[in-house]
């Protein structure tokens, strides 16, 4: 199966349909009249989806197991078809398209199970996904490639040579894989003033998303919030939100996290953990999406 653990839980939705057409207009009356002699065909189909959709993964080897949270099995005749409509909801980490067709496939073949007695030229026809919703593939675009970016180490024992960095460059390399090619990248001691100074220099150059990697911890040279929160102008608590309730289903220390974002003026900063799993999750929580900030800001009316 495909690894999701890295994926974070959002709404996802599905619409999948299927047609079963019929050779006379005296088969549709008898499924409408509820006359058919195996039973209730609308009924017999529908409880049997909703049983398909929540048995996916036993009968789909890469399917995941998912919560099934709605769904919804509608019908629709059409001179000779019986247009069958389902639709599926989900809170998880992977999509429910599988999910409606195989709903829909199976409402479709009860259809045509309970009707070939009296119908010997029914036919089961498209059956497709309608509409998907949720996860990356709906997620608002925001250009990145424009994008000016500087990526800054808190380290005294990097700052010194004394250790090679790699959550630095981990956040370097996502960027890149985000679009984002214009990015500086800086070491700094675990002072106040070194870190104060380096942002200085990065919002007058017009940098438009800095983000620090260390020093978010517990410990006395544990500074980089500290250096950072005078010069926040515009506070965005919900970046770190995230990016700790990710990583705590993941690591039960991410709450001791005490990374801050917000805006400092035009430029937006970001103070990750300094370990590279902290930085790797932190990147997989926040991004793509925090980009669509600067879509927001872009946008605002003056």
């Given amino acids: 199966m495909v690894d999701i653990t890295f994926k974070s839980f959002t709404l996802r939705k599905a619409i999948a349909t299927a047609t079963v057409r019929v050779s006379r207009p005296e088969t549709i009356e008898l499924v409408q009249q509820r006359k058919v002699p ?168 017009s940098v438009d998303l800095l983000i620090f990697t260390g020093g978010t911890g517990l410990s006395d040279r544990d500074v980089t919030p500290d250096a950072v929160l005078p010069y926040i102008t515009k506070p965005i608590p919900g970046i770190m939100e995230t990016a700790r309730q990710y990583g705590q289903l993941r690591s039960r220390t991410a709450m001791l996290s005490r990374g801050i974002a917000g805006f400092s003026e035009n430029m937006l900063v970001i103070t990750l953990p300094g370990s590279p799993n902290g930085v790797k999750e932190s990147m997989q929580a926040i991004f793509p999406q925090v980009l669509h900030v600067f879509h927001v800001k872009r946008d605002k009316p003056h």
């Fill in 38 to 205: 195996k039973g209730d065909v609308f009924e017999f189909a529908r409880a049997s989806a909703l049983l398909a959709i929540k048995k996916t993964s036993d009968m789909i080897p890469d399917c995941h197991p998912l919560p099934v949270e709605f769904a919804a099995v509608t019908y629709e005749v059409e001179e000779l078809c019986i247009n069958i409509r389902v639709e599926v909801h989900t809170i998880y980490k992977t999509g429910v398209e599988v999910e409606a067709m195989h709903g829909a496939s199976l409402a479709a073949l009860v259809i045509y199970d309970m009707l070939k007695p009296v119908d010997k030229q029914v036919e089961i026809q498209n059956i497709r996904l309608l509409e998907k919703l949720g996860g990356k593939s709906n997620s608002p675009v925001v250009e990145a490639e424009g994008l000016k970016t500087a990526v800054v180490v808190c380290s005294d024992s990097i700052s010194k040579g004394q250790k090679d960095d790699r959550s630095g460059k981990l956040v370097v390399e996502a960027l890149h894989g985000h679009g984002i090619r214009d990015v500086e990248y800086f070491v700094v001691p675990d002072e106040v003033s070194a870190i104060q100074r380096r942002l200085e220099i990065c919002r007058e150059s």
